[in-house]
């Protein structure tokens, strides 16, 4: 079974799945189709994994148009993982909301269309996974500053190993608002 709990930005849900451990090890099961579709969270058209060493930055991203709803999960190691809403209109339009996700505490986080995403890994070795809501479309690509001093995103690490491509991402006022999602009231 899944309890969910909405954090600041409610339309972002941190969900608490049951483990099950024993001097073998543990099972959590990760998804069920329709105890997240009575969550409003899904479908979904594909799975990814990535795997990072410690203090790896990986972010942030959205896509817009072909907007990606994500299911993300530590399957292994801890993570410090960030939502911002770049939802034009939206009354939390450039906030963010983070959570520690670890694969011993069975969390993930659901982070609608229109958020770009990331996260940092806190343990040695991280397998992160994620389903998306929609195919992968380098056209559609959006990327904000993981460090953009607008946003503020409280890193629980200092220095971070980041992509070069994410660290010349624009900050939020130098990306034309042409280029983000449009939120539509009572769409969370």
Same mark, same amino acid.
């Given at each position: 079974?899944?309890?969910?709990?909405?954090?600041?930005?409610?339309?972002?849900?941190?969900?608490?799945?049951?483990?099950?451990?024993?001097?073998?090890?543990? !099972?959590?099961?990760?998804? =069920?189709?329709?105890? &997240?579709?009575?969550?409003?969270?899904? *479908?979904?058209?594909?799975?990814?994994? $990535?795997?990072?060493?410690?203090? #790896?930055?990986?972010?942030?991203?959205?896509?817009?148009?072909?907007?990606?709803?994500?299911?993300?999960? @530590?399957?292994?190691? =801890?993570?410090?993982?960030?939502?911002?809403? /770049?939802?034009?209109?939206?009354?939390? !339009?450039?906030?963010? #909301?983070?959570?520690? /996700?670890?694969?011993?505490?069975?969390?993930?986080?659901?982070?609608?269309?229109? !958020?770009?995403?990331?996260?940092?890994?806190?343990?040695?070795?991280?397998?992160?996974? &994620?389903?998306?809501?929609? &195919? &992968?479309?380098?056209? $559609?690509?959006? @990327?904000?500053?993981?460090?953009?001093?607008? #946003? @503020?995103?409280?890193?629980?690490?200092?220095?971070?190993? #980041?992509? *070069?491509?994410?660290?010349?991402? *624009?900050?939020?006022?130098?990306?034309?608002?042409?280029? !983000? *999602?449009?939120?539509?009231?009572?769409?969370?």
């Amino acid at each position: 079974m899944v309890t969910v709990e909405s954090l600041a930005i409610p339309a972002v849900k941190l969900l608490r799945l049951r483990v099950f451990g024993d001097e073998r090890g543990q !099972f959590t099961e990760t998804w =069920r189709s329709e105890h &997240y579709a009575a969550l409003g969270i899904g *479908p979904f058209v594909q799975d990814n994994v $990535s795997v990072s060493r410690k203090g #790896v930055l990986r972010g942030m991203h959205l896509q817009h148009p072909d907007g990606q709803a994500k299911l993300v999960t @530590a399957l292994r190691g =801890r993570i410090f993982d960030v939502a911002v809403d /770049l939802r034009l209109g939206s009354p939390t !339009f450039g906030r963010w #909301v983070g959570a520690e /996700l670890s694969d011993r505490e069975g969390t993930q986080l659901y982070i609608p269309a229109g !958020f770009a995403h990331g996260f940092v890994t806190l343990s040695d070795e991280v397998v992160f996974g &994620y389903k998306v809501s929609s &195919y &992968y479309a380098q056209k $559609s690509e959006l @990327a904000l500053r993981w460090d953009d001093p607008t #946003v @503020a995103i409280e890193w629980p690490i200092r220095d971070p190993i #980041v992509a *070069p491509k994410d660290a010349a991402a *624009p900050t939020l006022d130098r990306i034309d608002r042409g280029a !983000f *999602p449009v939120w539509v009231e009572g769409a969370d």
